[in-house]
Structure formats: C-alpha cells, structure tokens
C-alpha cells in the first residue's frame, strides 16, 4: 500500500528475522552466554549467511579482528556479503552504507580525553556572576536569618525576598522555610505565594519521573488545571506599542560586540506566513497576539530596524546589570520539565496539549530574556551536568512545535521566538539541511547541536545563581584545607621562637602525648612483628601456635588502641602520613585476611578461582609464547603503581615491554592443572598467604611489601561481635536498586557475623547524578532512623552517585545537613569500588561515536529522499523526533553525562565533601585470565581509545580513586587528604556480579573462574 521496494525488503528481513530463530533452536542457542565465544558466533554467521559452513575460515578473522579492537574488517565483510546476500546488486548503495555503520560502531573511536584544570572554583564564586547576585542572599545566609530570632516575625523586606526568590529555590528549601517558621512569621502576601510555589514545586516533582508514554495520557488535563492559574498570575503586563520602536533602540544598543557579529550572520526572518499579510507595527495585530507572538514579532521588528541602529556602548546590559529574577511563580526548573512532558506527550496533536505548551511559552516570553535561557538550559541538563545532547534533541522537538489546533495567525514562529531570546545566535531551519536546501551538504543536527551548546554557555550565569541560592558554601576556594591538629601546629611554630614560653595549651600537649604514644606503639609492634614473622617462616606453624606471634597480635591491638584515642581528639588525625600509611597496611592485611578466610572455609567457589588466579598469574610472569611463534616476557605487572595520569602514560609510551590487550587476549591458555587451593589443609599458613598475595595483587612492588609486612603474617581478625554501623549501596550503571542482587551474600554473611544491616538505595539503569542521589538520600534516612552510624559503598557509577549524594545534603537545607554529619547517626566513612566518578574513556569516545551515526544516518535519509515521497519523509521524522526527545531517551543522556569529561568537570567543581571521613578504594587491572569473555572486546577498545592496558575494562586505575584527578579545587584536596588507597589488584571490573552476568557467562569463564571471586572482600576489610 505504501511501497513496493519497501514492502520487499519488510519481507525479506522478517524472512531472515525467522530463519535466524531457526538456526538457534537449532544450535541450542538460549543465553547470550552461547553465543560469545569467537568460533560459536563464527558458525552460527556462517549458517546464517550461507545455510552451511563452508564460511567459518573467513568469517572467524574477522571476529577476532573486532574483539582485538580493531575494527570491522570493511572489505571482506562486503566480500562475503555480495558471495550470499540475495539481492546485494539491487541494493548495493545501502549495503555499503550499513556496513560502514556497524565498522563505526564496533571498532574504536578516537576522541579528547580529560585535561587537567586547576583552580576551579564553584561558579558562584567566579567575580564575574557573583557580583550579580549581591542582592540576593545565598543559602547559607537564607538559613541564617530564618533561624534568627524564630520568636520574632521575619522582617518585611526579608519575607518578600525570599517570596521573590521560591521560584528558584528547591523543593526541599520551600519545604524547610514554610515548617522552620510559623506562618504568622511571613507577610500575608509572602505567605501565599511561598504556599503556592510549594504546590506547584510538588505536583511538577511527581511529573518529572513520569511524563511520555501511553499511561500517562491524562497528565495534559491535570497540569492545564494549575498551569494556567499560574501562568496568569505571572504574565507581566505588555508594554505600549507606540514605544515599541524606541525600547528596540535601546535594547540594540546595549547589544554586546559577540551579538552583533552574530546578528551580521543571522537572516531575514518573518512571522508565520499567513495568507494575508501581517503588519508587525500594526497595534491592533499586535494586541492580538500572546506575550510568545509578541515576542517573536519584535523580533521581526529588531531585525528591520536594526540597519537604522548604531551602537554606542557595546556594553551587554544582561552582562552588567543584577541578575533579573523576573516574577513567574514557576521556576525556570518547573517550566523545563512541564515543557518537556508536552514534548514527549503521545498526543501531540491533542488541544489540552498545544494550549499547555502555549500557555508555558507565553510564560517564558512574559519574563526577562535570562529565564527562557535558564529554561532550555534545565532542558539540556538532566541532571545537573549540562548535555548538549539532550538539550539538541529537545530543540529538534521545540522547533517542530505542532500548533495544529491555533488558527493560522496565532501560531507561533518558533525560530523567531527561540532567535528573540539568543540575540545573535542563528537557529538553523530543517528544509535548509534537506537534500536540494542550501546547507544540503551539512548536518542539521550539529548545527543544532552548535546552538545547544551556546546556549548552555549562555545559561553560566543561571547556573552560577542556583548555586549561590540553592547550595549552602561552608567554605570559599580560598579557605584553607582543614589538617590535623599536629600538622596545623607545626605550620603555626614555623619561625616562632617556643623557649620563651609555652604555646599548647593542656589539650594539645595532652593530643601530642597521645599521637606520640600511638607512633611509639606502631614502633614496637612492628618489632615484635618482625620477630614474629621470622620465627612463622622458620617454624612453620600457624600463627597461633607461636608464642612471638600472640605477643605482637597483642601489640598490633595496642597500637590500634592507641590510634583509636587520637582519632577521639583529632577527628582528621587519619590525614597524618603516619596514620595513612599504617591505615593501608591494615587495609590491605584485612584484604588477604579475608581471602584466607573465604578459602578455609570454602565459601563459595573461593577456592576454584584462587587456582585459576594463581595458574594465570604464574603464567604471565614466565616466558609466553605469542601467536606467530615470538616469544617475550610479560612483565608489565612489576612496574610499580604509577603516581600519576601523566606517568602512567608515559611509562606506557618508552616501556616496550608492555603488552598491548589485544596480544594479551591472544595469550596461550594455561595447561597446567593445579589444585593448590583445593586442598588448602596441605599447605603451610604461611603458604597460602604466599600465594594469594602473589596471585592477587598486580604490581610486584605492593606483593613484596605485602609479603614483609608482620601485619599480613600475623592474619590478625577484628575482635568478635557486632558493629555499630549500616551500609547504605549504591550500585553500578545497570543496577535493579532496592531488588538488585550484587554482593548479597557477602552482605549477607556480614549482617549474620557482625549485624551490619545494609540498606540499597533504589537508583536506576543509567540515571542521572542527581536522581540517583535523591535515591540515595531515601536511604540514607532510613539508616539514620536505625540511629547507627553509616557508612556509603558504591560500586562503579554508584561511586558519583554516593559523592553526589553526600555533596547535596552537605550543602542542603540544615535538616539534609544533620541527616549527614550528626555525631551519632552520621557518615563515617567511603568505600568506592572501582570507582567511574572521574568517568572513563569510554565516555568520550561513546558520545563521538554516536555523533557520528547520526551524522550518518542523516546522510542516509537525504540520499533517500528523492524515492520517498515528502509525507513519508515527514512521518519518519516525526518518529525520529519522538524517540530522541522521548523521556526514557532524555533519562538516559543525563546517565551517560555523568561519564563524560564536561558532566564530570560540573560534578566536581560544584561539590563539598566532609572532612572527616575515610575513603578506601578497590581497584582492579585485568589481564589474560581474569578478563571475562563478554568483556574482552570493550577491554581492547578501552586501551586502544586510551593507549593504556592498566584498566578493569571500564575505568583506568589512575582514575578508580577517591578523588578528583582531572579538576582540582579546594574540596579535590579535602578529598584527596581523606583518600586512604588500597593496592591494585588482578581482577575487572565486574568483580562484584555474579547472578546478574549468568546470561553472558561462557565456558572459558567457568573454567577460568572470573565471576567466582572472592565477593567478601569487597566489603570486609572496608
């Protein structure tokens, strides 16, 4: 009915859809898992494409070609396509082209990775914003004088302030400021607005998570009810016509340089065409018009004038003047998400729709210029993290506005209204970038993408001012970092003469006592240590059978005391470089302790992955035999840890010893068939602590410290009983939250031996930072009802989502403040496995990657174009609309922000941390026997993107840290002196799955053990 060639080929892909059913029924193909080994997906290729397998020989090159990382294999894939393909003659050109797509997709994409930045302060602190904001007061402030005085009614100035502000502030600081005061305590007027901002603030929160789709048809009605209450109560009232031309002059002339050479590149534009033509300087039309059509009008006017102007100043008033908050009882927030949800809404086309969508751009058009950019920039910021991206794919859905049900004078020009509130910026118009338009061979979505992000830079200011109003600073960039009291003291003695007299009070000479007892006891533990350790590798009896050994274990547990006692003094006495390091050692000695344990008590399958771990490590530290006969050392893994980015990537590039991933995956398989650990009772204590050390830990240098550490030897436990503490979990990037199954039994094993009660934070599948965080924060007070102390475990994504978490209260309303640093049911401390929160490679090259298949697939549609008729070309853009500006699209960008350069820049730079809490680390690179299967390819792809193999798979060890590497600001060094480190062990990065990876488990995995690791030690030790 539509198409005969298109008809065919629906038949012909349904056909094979069919066929490739068959052949894996017939290949016993059930899990994802089946299908990943190289030879399996060659045969079932090879059955697909031919009906037998005569193909194999050819087709297995080129899979292994791919998961090398090196891409398809263009040519040959082409080749075997026109052999079998039916039809490859007839639709050659297409061929090529999907070929060429799946080349991009699989192979590696080279892209900009971080830089560092230093000095990077919050931009509210920027002079350039904040001197904007001198008559609005920050939120620290705020909460100052609402709780000053709470017997007193607020002063009327003060109360209309804060009435003024609502609108911008969050939901959580109108909910605070209308229960900290008694409603007698705010002006009538004041009163009743903050009321109103608050109902409004609330229904749009339940919109903002479930808006798009089918099940959510009646939504239109329900937010057209208070929408166009509020709307009304916020329109300002327009100004005179007969002026209109003399504000223009004005408003050109405080037009900035930047804008004017924008608007000698801008075009003519018109409003709507009708079929009578419309006189803008007619006041009876433009009475006619709403505050959107007004708007878009002068802007036709501004554009005809403009040739009459000259500007005097060159002065950006919008630049210069204090920031404009306008009067909307809608916040810019509010209005980006009610705006949204008619974008995404299934029924377009309905009346309730394009009137609510009205309404909210006659909103926008009443306020100052300001807040329609601080609207579409909340758009393109799902989450906080500013994406271009999502803010693109909302303008392509803006700018094809259905305004089907206005007559055709009230419908809006949407390129003249968006041109009218970003003077200067050119908004590129689809018909332009078609086949036969006048940027034909362009991309449309990256001149749009161009406007995306100047409008995101253009909303800086918008930004800085949520965090000057929104985000309390407990200290500026130029306070000092909080030390120890003992390292505080000695930067106060410098150059100060102290025989004259005494400068420590009783407290510090009683703290300097106690450090220096806690050093002494450390001192005399490791002698007893080393006493000890000898006599166990002399003797070899177990720990407890020698004498040495129970008197320094008792030792160790005095100097464990005696650093306990600093820390009841000096809360930041573990920041000391003494206390680290003797923090580490324990770390890492409760790291091997708890691997011992799992293999004693063979928990799991502890045991079958120790001896795959310690086969695969005494194989790649002897000699290798490499495909093609070469033979070379595969010593990488005794480098020592890299101190930094910056030298790790040095090393990389003059170290030739170094294997590429994609010669390692090549690697021969272990032959030979130990079984040291099954039998764990045949081995000396000792012995086994050897060997998991060895086969653990990957850097040579940390195996040999670890080796002579009495810490280690001595395998001393925790004394028993239970803890008062809970574990609040955030999990990965694909996560089920509160149902997710990652760690359990592990947590499970330590609720039942310490009753550690673990609460999971129900976060989403690739859900952005300040989602994610809002869940976390839900459990966070329900482990402060259990009124114990918590600590905060993520893993992967989940490491920025419990950062971001932690930085929103820190920086919250004092209720939210409370919730984190109370001293009884307070966050005392981090556990961050291999941690994405300063993203990963993977992130930058993704989003390249996606930039250009669309690119591509725009190229596509404009070769089609002239075979399709113009309603089919317009149904499919529709379709491409509504699945790029769809909720589900828009909640996934703002996941995927947060692993991109920029997403993580705004993340960290915006962020406060508590300084008295410590964060430990787990961190893995892999190699030829622990890499899974399933993760082989994305593992090549990474050290290819990057240039370096010292990964997990996901996110390089130099960045799997608990600070910020990449932006360094006053709160990077409050983290970095909390960071207590951990060595780099053998493993990846999907380390603590197991049931959730069952699907895509092979053969070779079961065999090799690489999802059957030690699950306790991730929690453990912490």
């Known amino acids: 009915l539509i198409n005969s060639d298109l008809e065919r080929v629906l038949r012909y892909v349904l056909t094979q859809v069919w066929r490739a059913k068959d052949i894996f029924e017939q290949e016993g ?28 020989d050819k087709i297995l090159p080129v899979i292994r070609r791919v998961v090398a990382g090196e891409g398809l294999d263009v040519m040959k894939v082409k080749e075997l396509l026109s052999e079998h393909l039916v039809g490859h003659d007839d639709w050659a050109p297409e061929i090529d082209r999907a070929v060429r797509w799946a080349d991009v997709m699989l192979g590696p994409m080279m892209a900009p990775g971080p830089f560092l930045e230093n000095d990077v302060p919050p931009l509210s602190e920027l002079p350039c914003y904040s001197f904007r904001f001198k008559s609005i007061p920050p939120a620290k402030e705020l909460y100052s004088i609402l709780l000053d005085k709470r017997s007193l009614p607020l002063d009327p100035s003060f109360s209309a302030l804060v009435g003024r502000i609502a609108p911008y502030l969050s939901f959580q600081q109108v909910e605070y400021a209308l229960k900290v005061r008694h409603p007698s305590d705010w002006q009538p007027a004041d009163l009743r607005r903050l009321r109103y901002v608050y109902s409004v603030k609330k229904k749009v929160l339940a919109i903002s998570e479930s808006y798009g789709g089918l099940s959510f048809l009646p939504q239109s009605f329900f937010v057209s009810v208070f929408l166009g209450e509020a709307t009304r109560a916020s329109l300002r009232v327009p100004r005179k016509i007969p002026d209109a031309r003399e504000d223009l002059s004005r408003s050109m002339r405080k037009d900035s340089n930047v804008a004017k050479a924008r608007v000698r590149v801008a075009p003519q534009l018109s409003f709507q065409e009708t079929s009578q033509p419309i006189n803008p300087y007619d006041v009876n039309n433009f009475e006619l018009m709403s505050p959107a059509g007004r708007v878009a009008s002068q802007m036709n006017m501004r554009k005809n004038i403009s040739s009459e102007l000259t500007d005097a100043s060159g002065i950006d008033a919008s630049d210069t003047d204090a920031y404009d908050l306008g009067d909307s009882l809608l916040g810019p927030q509010d209005v980006a998400i009610l705006l949204q949800a008619g974008l995404t809404s299934s029924m377009k086309g309905s009346t309730v729709v394009q009137l609510n969508q009205r309404m909210l751009l006659d909103l926008m058009a009443s306020q100052p210029r300001t807040f329609a950019v601080a609207v579409m920039a909340e758009i393109g910021m799902p989450g906080g993290n500013g994406s271009a991206r999502g803010l693109t794919s909302a303008l392509m859905a803006l700018l094809e506005l259905d305004q089907s049900s206005f007559t055709q004078f009230h419908r809006l020009n949407m390129h003249a209204l968006l041109e009218s509130w970003l003077p200067g910026f050119k908004i590129p118009r689809r018909e332009d970038y078609l086949a036969g338009g006048r940027w034909a061979r362009q991309s449309y979505y990256e001149a749009l993408s161009g406007v995306a992000k100047n409008i995101l830079e253009d909303a800086e200011s918008y930004t800085a001012l949520k965090g000057h109003v929104q985000r309390v600073r407990h200290d500026t960039e130029n306070d000092p970092v909080p030390l120890p009291k003992e390292l505080t003291e000695i930067s106060d003695n410098v150059g100060i003469d102290i025989d004259g007299g005494d400068f420590q009070d009783g407290h510090d000479r009683k703290l300097t006592g106690t450090i220096d007892l806690a050093k002494e006891k450390i001192s005399a533990a490791d002698i ?18 020698t004498e040495s050994c129970r008197s320094a274990i008792a030792s160790y547990r005095e100097a464990f005391e005696a650093c306990s006692d600093v820390l009841q003094m000096d809360e930041l006495a573990f920041q000391a470089s003494w206390f680290k390091s003797y923090f580490r050692r324990n770390y890492d000695a409760l790291m091997i302790k708890s691997v011992y344990d799992n293999v004693m008590q063979d928990v799991d399958k502890v045991r079958h992955w120790m001896d795959a771990l310690r086969n695969g490590a005494r194989c790649l530290d002897s000699k290798v035999i490499l ?88 395998l001393i436990p925790n004394p028993p009983g239970n803890y008062n503490f809970t574990i609040v979990t955030a999990m990965g990037v694909i996560t089920e939250g509160k149902k997710g199954l990652e760690l359990q039994a592990a947590l499970e094993r330590l609720e039942a031996k310490r009753g550690v009660k673990t609460i999971r934070s129900d976060t989403g599948t690739a859900r952005s930072l300040e989602f994610n965080a809002s869940k976390i924060e839900e459990a966070i007070g329900a482990a402060t009802r259990m009124q114990k102390p918590f600590g905060l475990l993520g893993y992967s994504q ?18 939210q403040q409370h919730t984190l640093s109370s001293p009884t049911c307070g966050l005392v401390s981090r556990q961050l496995l291999f941690s994405a929160a300063n993203g990963s490679m993977h992130g930058p090259a993704s989003d390249t990657k996606v930039q250009r298949l669309i690119v591509m697939c725009e190229e596509f549609f404009k070769y089609q174009q002239g075979y399709c008729s113009r309603a089919f070309i317009t149904t499919v853009l529709e379709l491409l609309n509504g699945v ?26 915006e962020a406060q941390h508590l300084p008295h809490v410590t964060t430990c680390v787990l961190r893995g690179v892999l190699e030829t026997h622990t890499t899974p299967e399933s993760l082989e390819m994305i593992t090549n792809l990474l050290t290819k993107q990057s240039g370096s193999p010292l990964h997990d798979s996901q996110v390089h060890i130099y960045d799997a840290v608990g600070h910020p590497v990449y932006t360094k600001n006053r709160n990077g060094r409050v983290l970095e002196n909390c960071d207590m480190g951990g060595s780099v062990q053998r493993t990846h990065h999907w380390s ?6 069952e699907f895509v488990k092979t053969k070779r995995d079961d065999d090799r053990a690489s999802f059957d690791c030690a699950k306790d030690r991730h929690v453990f030790p912490w």
């Not at 007893?528 to 059978?545: T, Y």
């Not at 909720?887 to 960290?908: E, R």
Request: hydrophobic share 35%.
């Open 528 to 545: 007893q240590g080393q006493k000890a350790m000898a006599d166990l590798l002399e003797s070899l009896k177990p720990v407890d059978e």
């Open 992 to 997: 603590p799955l197991s049931e959730e990876v």
């Open 798 to 815: 989940g490491c920025a989502n419990v950062l971001t978490a932690e930085a929103l209260l820190h920086s919250g309303t004092p209720c």
């Open 884 to 909: 790029m500006d769809s909720a589900p699209f828009h909640k996934f960008i703002g996941g995927a922000q947060s692993m991109l350069p920029d997403g993580c820049k705004v993340f960290w730079r």
């Open 627 to 714: 495909p093609g006969g070469s033979e070379e050392g595969n010593d990488y893994n005794s480098i020592s840890p890299p101190s930094s980015p910056v030298a790790m990537k040095r090393r990389v590039s003059s170290d030739k010893r170094i294997l590429h991933s994609s010669s390692r995956s090549q690697l021969t398989e272990i032959t030979e068939d130990e079984s040291f650990f099954a039998n764990p009772d045949d081995h000396g204590q000792q012995e086994l602590v050897d060997a998991i050390i060895d086969a653990l830990f990957y850097y040579e240098s940390e195996r040999d410290l670890l080796k002579n550490d009495p810490l280690v030897r001595l």
């Open 29 to 56: 193909i059930e899990d994802p898992g089946n299908v990943i080994p190289g030879h399996r997906m060659a045969r079932l290729v090879s059955l697909f494409l031919c009906g037998d397998l005569s193909e194999i």
